[in-house]
């Protein structure tokens, strides 16, 4: 399997202007989860969604941040309008059954967005 | 309130040499912790999960360690190599709790040749 696969991997925006992260998880696994990495406040959990459903977007920061899964093979996570403090990299990752079993959640590479 | 710290926040070694990492949390009721290993530029790799009956979890020169008692974990690396650079974080996840992981601020780990 190829892993999770986000887009894009490198992103430099304008302030004001839409964000739109891509991302495409393990085949068969039934979690996604939508992470952001700052070196300020670490991982921060986003959003999750099981069988594409979001489930928790306590995490999300804004009402200018929003998440869908429309089918069990892809995610979008925009952002509209990005700000400065958006700049961060946000990671994709899924898992098969839930956390609480144990199983491994598995990241991305991450999409590094820089709004300048 | 659920906690995750780590120490040392970051550490320099040289080639071959070992070290060990801490994580003390305060999540209760426990259910599992997990280490990460995350290289510059990627995301996070799972190195090892244990859950409360589990006092020590190996992976090649990989060595776990938990005490549920005093909710302390470490990390143990054995003869370093250059490719050991990383961070390392520290992950518990709470036992009531739907999905709720606690991600420790990390480790950043340097070895020099």
């Known amino acids: 399997d190829a892993g999770v696969i986000q887009s894009p991997r490198h992103e430099v925006t304008e302030m004001g202007q839409e964000v739109t992260l891509r991302c495409k998880p393990i085949s068969g696994h039934d979690y996604l989860f939508w992470y952001r990495q700052t070196m300020m406040r670490g991982l921060e959990l986003l959003i999750y969604f099981n069988n594409n459903v979001p489930i928790d977007d306590s995490g999300m920061p804004e009402d200018r941040f929003s998440a869908k899964m429309p089918n069990a093979s892809f995610s979008t996570l925009k952002i509209q309008p990005s700000e400065p403090r958006d700049s961060a990299v946000y990671f994709c990752a899924s898992s098969f059954l839930a956390a609480r079993s144990g199983n491994t959640i598995y990241f991305g590479e991450g999409s590094w967005l820089t709004v300048v | 309130k659920n906690q995750v710290e780590q120490s040392p926040q970051s550490l320099i070694i040289l080639e071959g040499k070992n070290c060990t990492l801490q994580c003390n949390y305060t999540v209760s009721p426990f259910s599992n912790l997990r280490w990460y290993k995350q290289d510059t530029g990627r995301g996070p790799v799972s190195l090892t999960i244990m859950t409360f009956s589990e006092n020590t979890k190996s992976n090649g020169r990989y060595t776990a360690t938990l005490d549920a008692d005093t909710k302390q974990s470490s990390l143990h690396i054995t003869a370093s190599q250059l490719s050991d650079s990383a961070s390392y974080i520290c992950?518990?996840?709470?036992?009531?709790?739907?999905?709720?992981?606690?991600w420790g601020a990390g480790t950043k780990l340097i070895i020099k040749p």
């Open positions: 992950v518990v996840r709470g036992r009531d709790s739907n999905y709720q992981l606690i």
